[in-house]
């Protein structure tokens, strides 16, 4: 499906409000079990306001207005025309959509209707972009964060991905998640920003690192397990810390394969070296980063 | 497959990309060789804590400037 028909009437309408349907899943977010029970698709279509329930949600939401959160809820789940019940305080209009923790999602959940809301943007939507951007923007800037080390650099770098994502949507085709395609745009963004701030550390050339230094020294017992030992912030700290001292090279192609899960090949697209080159620093920064853990979570070490 | 080839193929290993020829012997040398074994049990974990870490909240002030930037490029033209 390439595009999200305009609101209008029969079959097209149908199809819009079920965009808005896949849509509430992301915005009502932990209440969508209480909603979806009864929320039937077909029925949306005699004329409910969905967009304006999901706006109404998540503008509640962000502001703890808990009334408004149920009442939101109440119209989605028993389809009550919003604009009757008196129960939201006044126009929302042009208040951009705010999930309350997209991130928190399952992936499977986020996915499903990541090709509609792309599609509404396409067609000029600019609600639907920002929906795109709220949800992403956390891991956009970890990415950007991961690859630069550099917090003004990061920033610039999360900006123009987006704005640029936004400029080219017409070129992006589909044949990959939106997501990915918008990894590459925000990787090419800080890489382009690392290699001017250290021109000499960051090579674009096949693996210079010889055969060498990889039999790992240090093996301990890692127990009691690292999650058990340290709270999710210590954590946070903890990964912040090694992944910081992990050499450039090492570390584009650490975060790109195993933080946001590009294939080999796209990472070597993004990075522009070889699959083999992609490969062989995979490894080294893999065995590095463990070695480099095994400070923390040894037994005995302290807490 | 000695301790060397084991750490080589670690990677490949974890991603799922070893034949079954080869994994079996790299997990033949695992059931014997407690270093590598730990070594590969770590690996894997060090993959396994950074995918699931979540991104932190964005700062409110990179947010804030992120979206006025955004809300000047939707309101120009799209080209």
């Known amino acids: 499906m390439d595009d999200v028909p305009k609101p209008g009437f029969g079959r097209a309408r149908l199809e819009k409000t079920r965009s808005h349907y896949f849509l509430s899943k992301v915005v009502l977010g932990p209440l969508y079990p209480v909603a979806a029970g009864s929320v039937n698709p077909t029925l949306f279509a005699a004329g409910q306001n969905y967009s304006f329930i999901s706006e109404s949600y998540a503008l509640a939401a962000s502001s703890k207005r808990w009334a408004e959160v149920e009442a939101a809820v109440l119209c989605a789940t028993f389809m009550i025309e919003p604009t009757k019940t008196g129960l939201f305080l006044g126009p929302l209009k042009a208040t951009p959509l705010s999930a309350p923790n997209p991130h928190r999602l399952p992936s499977a959940i986020a996915r499903e209707d990541e090709h509609l809301l792309v599609a509404a943007a396409k067609s000029g939507d600019a609600t639907a972009f920002e929906e795109l951007v709220n949800r992403y923007e956390r891991k956009i800037f970890r990415l950007t964060m991961n690859i630069t080390r550099n917090r003004e650099d990061a920033e610039d770098a999360m900006q123009d991905a987006f704005l640029k994502a936004y400029s080219h949507l017409n070129t992006f085709q589909g044949d990959s998640r939106f997501y990915t395609w918008l990894v590459r745009i925000a990787a090419n963004e800080a890489l382009m920003r690392l290699r001017k701030r250290r021109p000499n550390q960051v090579s674009l050339d096949e693996p210079i690192e010889g055969d060498d230094d990889l039999m790992p020294r240090e093996i301990e017992d890692w127990r009691p397990s690292p999650e058990q030992r340290y709270a999710q912030s210590e954590m946070h700290e903890i990964l912040d810390q090694v992944i910081e001292h992990l050499e450039p090279d090492f570390r584009v192609v650490f975060v790109l394969r195993d933080i946001e899960e590009l294939s080999t090949e796209e990472t070597a697209a993004a990075v522009g070296i070889s699959v083999p080159a992609v490969k062989s620093r995979l490894l080294r920064a893999r065995l590095k980063l463990r070695q480099k853990l095994n400070r923390y979570f040894r037994q005995g070490e302290p807490n | ?79």
């Not at chain 2, 033949?28 to 870490?53: G, P, W, Y």
Request: hydrophobic share 35%.
């Open chain 2, 1 to 79: 497959m000695n301790c060397d080839g084991v750490i080589r193929e670690i990677s490949n290993y974890i991603d799922g990309d070893l034949d079954a020829a080869m994994k079996q012997e790299l997990e033949r040398h695992l059931d014997h060789c407690q270093e590598c074994a730990l070594v590969v049990n770590q690996t894997k974990m060090t993959v396994d804590i950074f995918c699931d870490s979540q991104p932190v909240e964005l700062p409110t002030e990179v947010r804030s400037r992120l979206h006025e930037a955004l809300q000047r490029k939707l309101r120009e033209p799209r080209g």
